[in-house]
Structures are given as C-alpha cells and as structure tokens.
C-alpha cells in the first residue's frame, strides 16, 4: 500500500469535486493517506478562508471511497444554505 497519493487519484477526486460544483481552490486535499479516508470543513491556514480538507483513505480502494466523499461533501454542501 502506497501512503502517498499520485496525480491519478488527485484527478479522481478532481472529477467528483468539479462535478458538485466546488471551486478547486477551496480544497486542501492531504498528500498523504490515513484511515478511514476524511473530508471536512477547515480553517484555510495562509489562504485566511475555509476550505474543505479531504484525506484519501490508507485501505480502501479510491473508487470504492468516492461515492461516499461525494455524499459527505453534498452534505457539507446543503449545510451552507
């Protein structure tokens, strides 16, 4: 298992984030991977705004994940409204 996530997965979690809309400078997505996988609301560090942080799971296949990050981050999507 490679801890580190490669251009390929990014581009996966691309795809799912640009389909819902969400702008790729609002995402801080972690370079390497953890257990269980996450994606939450979080201060922007630098940047001075929110963004959502997404950590890609250690274990879990990404295309297996991926529904379940796309269903986490519309409901992060609904709370804003």
Same mark, same amino acid.
Request: hydrophobic share 40%.
């Given at each position: $298992? &490679? +801890? *580190?996530?490669?251009?390929?997965?990014?581009? $996966?979690v691309y795809d799912v984030t640009d389909a819902l809309g969400i702008d790729r400078e609002d995402l &801080?997505?972690? %370079?390497?991977?953890?257990?269980?996988? =996450?994606? =939450?609301?979080? @201060?922007?560090?630098? $940047?001075?705004?929110? *963004?959502?942080?997404?950590? %890609? @799971? #250690? =274990?879990? @296949? #990404? +295309?297996?994940? #991926?529904?379940?990050? !796309?269903?986490? #981050? /519309?409901? %992060? %999507? !609904?709370? !804003? /409204?």
């Open positions: $298992m &490679n +801890d *580190v996530i490669t251009m390929e997965e990014i581009g $996966m &801080n997505i972690e %370079l390497g991977k953890e257990d269980p996988g =996450s994606w =939450s609301r979080a @201060p922007g560090g630098m $940047m001075r705004r929110e *963004v959502i942080a997404i950590t %890609l @799971p #250690l =274990s879990t @296949p #990404l +295309d297996e994940w #991926l529904p379940a990050l !796309e269903a986490g #981050l /519309r409901e %992060l %999507l !609904e709370e !804003e /409204r």
